[in-house]
């Protein structure tokens, strides 16, 4: 067998130790006589994964006590209407800032519910960049100021934390949770589907302070109340057991590792190596970012002769490059060089495009 490198945007490459210990834990988990799949949630063996869980988690972002953590269903997608059911009591005014086509997901989400502020847009510029964070002017009117720290599609990344004093930060940090260390008290509500960098599909974390909870508008659905989720410590329904299972696994990995200072250490390493290639390539490869905003994560990239980009997709899959093609709604490359992606295979594409280029240039 022999495994390729993966760079789905996501569900995305998980850690071959994580799959092979779940191989090999998957029809006796460590001698219970049965799968992980196949416990019951309320069962003292899956309460201890789900806690152990929680706690990795925990450990490795340094999530201070007042902050809970929700193990959910329904993707990031289902976050952009949950954070604006639960956070608007007492006012119909948000701040989103719009940097790429997530944002602008979310922010048509939250228009259902209230009024919706986009001062700082990265539209005009076709995502390529945006405001630096330190000039957003705070709106002391609104109930949150929700931001996207990397946009999966376009590429873009911010990397610091604005200043909002009192108003709290809203992030979906689907596609950069867990790719470095960050300070989880700089923010009211954290969430993430976890198919980019934290396990497999059907899972959302959602990271969230304490006082925040408990701010719903009236009537809003059971399953869309975090207070519901935060009292039943994510068990009010039928968690997504196996998924949470496996994330548990994956925190294990990173903690393993050497924790996010040095999973930071590698994925900037990564990063700066491919787009030293694309910068290094005589214009052959373009990424259009600007690079005070480029992703650690996510990088897409075009070539000058657009007819080239299907051979360059067929040919990188021949050698076990698999899924660089850039999202449906920009075309393209793209490569997803997430925590699970190591670094051999971001230096198998370096060397590949270097190849690549060097044959059809000209
Ligand atoms: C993938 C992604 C989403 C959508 O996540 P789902 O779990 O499919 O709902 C939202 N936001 C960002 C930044 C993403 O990368």
């Not at 899959?317 to 850039?326: D, F, H, I, P, R």
Request: aromatic share 10%.
């Amino acid at each position: 067998m022999s495994r390729v490198y993966n760079f789905s945007a996501g569900p995305a490459a998980l850690p071959e130790s994580v799959l092979q210990q779940a191989q090999a834990e998957m029809v006796d988990w460590q001698g219970k006589g049965l799968s992980v799949m196949e416990m019951s949630h309320r069962s003292k063996e899956f309460i201890s994964i789900a806690e152990t869980a929680e706690q990795d988690l925990r450990e490795l972002l340094n999530i201070p006590s007042n902050y809970k953590v929700l193990f959910l269903q329904g993707g990031a997608s289902t976050q952009f209407a949950m954070v604006a059911l639960n956070l608007l009591q007492g006012n119909n005014e948000v701040e989103y800032v719009n940097s790429g086509l997530w944002s602008e997901k979310a922010i048509a989400e939250a228009k259902k519910y209230c009024t919706v502020h986009v001062k700082i847009d990265g539209k005009p510029s076709k995502y390529t960049t945006i405001a630096p964070p330190s000039t957003w002017e705070r709106n002391p009117r609104v109930a949150y100021l929700h931001y996207t720290p990397n946009e999966t599609i376009n590429g873009l990344e911010i990397q610091d934390v604005p200043d909002w004093g009192d108003t709290p930060l809203v992030v979906d940090m689907s596609s950069t949770l867990l790719s470095r260390p960050i300070d989880v008290s700089k923010f009211g509500v954290i969430y993430a589907g976890a198919q980019k960098n934290i396990g497999p599909a059907g899972l959302t974390v959602v990271i969230i302070r304490e006082d925040l909870v408990g701010r719903t508008i009236p009537g809003i659905p059971t399953m869309l109340d975090y207070k519901i989720h935060v009292d039943n410590a994510s068990m009010y329904n039928t968690p997504p057991t196996y998924a949470w299972y496996i994330a548990g696994l994956v925190f294990k990995w990173l903690k393993d590792l050497g924790g996010l200072e040095k999973m930071a250490e590698i994925n900037k390493r990564k990063a700066d190596k491919l787009y030293a290639a694309i910068d290094g390539s005589d214009g052959f490869y373009r990424n259009p970012v600007d690079p005070n905003f480029r992703s650690w994560m996510n990088v897409p990239f075009v070539t000058t002769k657009t007819e080239l980009e299907k051979v360059f997709l067929s040919e990188a899959e021949q050698v076990g490059l698999s899924t660089l093609a850039g999202h449906r709604s920009v075309g393209g490359m793209r490569a997803s060089i997430y925590n699970a992606m190591p670094e051999a295979g971001v230096d198998a594409l370096v060397s590949f495009m270097a190849e690549f280029a060097k044959k059809h240039a000209a």
